[in-house]
Nanobody, 118 residues
Framework: QVQPMESGGGLVQPGGSLRLSCAAS????????VSWYRQTPGELRELVAT???????NYADSVKGRFTISRDNAKNTMYLQMNSLKPEDTAVYYC????????????WGQGTQVTVSS
């Protein structure tokens, strides 16, 4: 079964940068789209960015121009470079593999906490 594993979160000041990583096991990573999501307490999980198997990317309006999603299929790893971070980016960030009709292929992992605060 596919199991995504997130890492790289932490505490950063406003305007700072972080790079998140997502590793996947039990999965032919290269043939599927991969997405980053985030969630804050009491809110629904939000789609942040998606990268397709051939590298096509899509971003939520709130992160366009600041976040960059990328993938290394040889390493079964996906990244989210986050620049110009804002306090409203504070959330738990998750990665997963979206199904075309909705839902995800993998279970939700523990995520990685990103806190943007001075």
């Amino acid at each position: 079964q596919v199991q995504p594993m997130e890492s790289g979160g932490g505490l950063v000041q406003p305007g700072g940068s972080l790079r998140l990583s997502c590793a996947a096991s039990g999965f032919t990573f290269s043939t599927f789209a991969v997405s980053w999501y985030r969630q804050t307490p009491g809110e629904l999980r939000e789609l942040v960015a998606t990268i397709g198997p051939r590298g096509t990317t899509n971003y939520a309006d709130s992160v366009k121009g600041r976040f960059t999603i990328s993938r290394d299929n040889a390493k079964n790893t996906m990244y989210l470079q986050m620049n110009s971070l804002k306090p409203e980016d504070t959330a738990v960030y998750y990665c997963n593999f979206p199904r075309p009709g909705g839902g995800t292929y993998g279970p939700w992992g523990q995520g990685t906490q990103v806190t943007v605060s001075s």
